[in-house]
């Protein structure tokens, strides 16, 4: 049973940070890339950020530069360091191993302008 608990979201002024964490069952975590998703009131669901087994990165346009993607493998998490936030990173974020069909629960994260 693959567990994916994405947990640090809140409110938070335009301009602030957050950081959100994502602890995964251990069987998942090291055989795939882990990926950071977002769904905004409605929209579809859209990719925001990945990272590899090999620790490379990539980030969706909207926030480059923004976000940073890192992963701890002794504690088998993965987090998203989310900064200079704006009103339109206003969604529900979920994490997700990459070429799988888990998604977690997601965590809210709303931006007041």
């Known amino acids: 049973q693959v567990q994916l608990v994405e947990s640090g979201g809140g409110l938070v002024q335009s301009g602030g940070s957050l950081r959100l964490s994502c602890a995964t069952s251990?069987?998942?975590?090291?055989?795939?890339?882990m990926g950071w998703y977002r769904q905004a009131p409605g929209k579809q669901r859209e990719w925001v950020a990945s990272i590899t087994n090999e620790f490379s990165t990539t980030y969706a346009d909207s926030v480059k530069g923004r976000f940073i993607i890192s992963r701890e493998n002794a504690e088998n998490t993965v987090s998203l360091q989310m900064n200079s936030l704006k009103p339109e990173d206003t969604a529900v974020y979920y994490c997700?191993?990459?070429?799988?069909?888990?998604w977690g629960q997601g965590t809210q994260v709303t931006v007041s302008s």
């Open positions: 251990g069987s998942i975590f090291g055989v795939a890339g």
């Open positions: 997700h191993p990459s070429g799988t069909a888990y």
